[in-house]
């Protein structure tokens, strides 16, 4: 059986023009989770670039990468260096004829062990994104490390419950999303409490399946967005653990009990209590 207990990194940073500093930096604050004994890391989403989202420029694609390339081998190494798993945030992928964001997880070897393209594509007001983004083509997937399962989501997939339902059916133990989420000026004036709504969300995804949910956002202002950091782990009953900054990086080291995982799922029975012939509506309508 899997050591019930670990520690999980979160790193929340800001993020410049300059792909080989923004690197740099990441593997500098990795290297900080794993020398206070994170087995398990976690970027931001886009992590290695500006959020270029918050305009539609087609040069901009030229950011995108095939894997594998720069930033997946970068991930690679960091996560083989510094003896890690390493769910690499997301990067801008160039597929086959399309493009995704994309959510790689290496084991400490520096072995690919899941990858995730975004499923759920939002396309707001300085969120762009499905001007530059396919949705994900192969579901939702896990990686089994070593008796401990995990899932990534990114960003927007924390608003539907069904994405965290069935990471949880298939087994996840962890799930983690990379998030860029922030304030515009009016988002600020208008929905003042939406930070406490993304808290929230994920809170309700931890509680109802019975799992961790692991949060981990960027800060900073970028254009027109200042993002609120606040990146935080919540347990399988809904509770924050801990929680970052709102508005300073910082490389948050949190130690999870898995045995939570099956006393919250075996005592309340949200899952095991489910009707899966009564949803049908929600694949027809």
């Known amino acids: ?8 990194g979160l790193v929340q940073s800001e993020v410049g023009g300059d792909l080989d500093k923004n ?7 990795v290297a900080q989770a794993a020398k206070k004994g994170a087995s398990i890391v976690c970027l931001q989403e886009l992590f290695a670039t500006k959020y270029f989202c918050q305009s539609e420029k087609k040069e901009l694609f030229g950011l995108a990468e095939v894997i594998p390339g720069k930033v997946s081998n970068f991930l690679a190494e960091t996560a083989k260096q510094n003896k890690v798993t390493l769910v690499g945030g997301s990067l801008f992928e160039k597929g086959e004829g399309k493009y995704y964001n994309t959510s790689l997880i290496f084991d400490e070897s520096g072995k690919l062990r899941a990858k995730y393209r975004k499923i759920h594509i939002p396309h707001d007001p300085k969120y762009y994104e499905q001007f530059y983004f396919s949705s994900g083509d192969a579901g939702y997937v896990q990686a089994d490390l070593h008796g401990t399962k995990i899932a990534p989501l990114i960003c927007y997939d924390q608003w539907f419950p069904e994405a965290a339902r069935i990471n949880a059916l298939k087994g996840a133990q962890i799930i983690f999303y990379p998030t860029a989420i922030g304030w515009t000026a009016d ?40 993002f609120w950091g606040g990146s935080f ?4 009953f809904g509770q924050v ?8 990086e910082e490389v948050l080291v949190v130690e999870i ?24 509506d929600l694949t027809e309508i």
């Open 187 to 226: 988002m600020k004036k208008l929905e003042p409490f939406s930070a406490q709504r993304w808290k929230n969300a994920m809170c309700g995804h931890a509680s109802m399946n019975g799992i961790y949910a692991v949060a981990v956002n960027r800060v900073g202002k970028e254009d027109d967005i200042d």
């Open 233 to 236: 782990v919540a347990d399988p």
């Open 23 to 29: 690197l740099d930096k990441t593997a500098k604050m």
């Open 1 to 8: 059986m899997a050591n019930q207990k670990l520690k999980i």
């Open 241 to 248: 653990v801990k929680r970052a900054s709102s508005s300073k």
């Open 257 to 280: 009990d898995l045995s939570k995982v099956s006393s919250s799922q075996e005592g309340w029975g949200f899952l095991k209590n489910r009707m899966p012939m009564s949803y049908r």
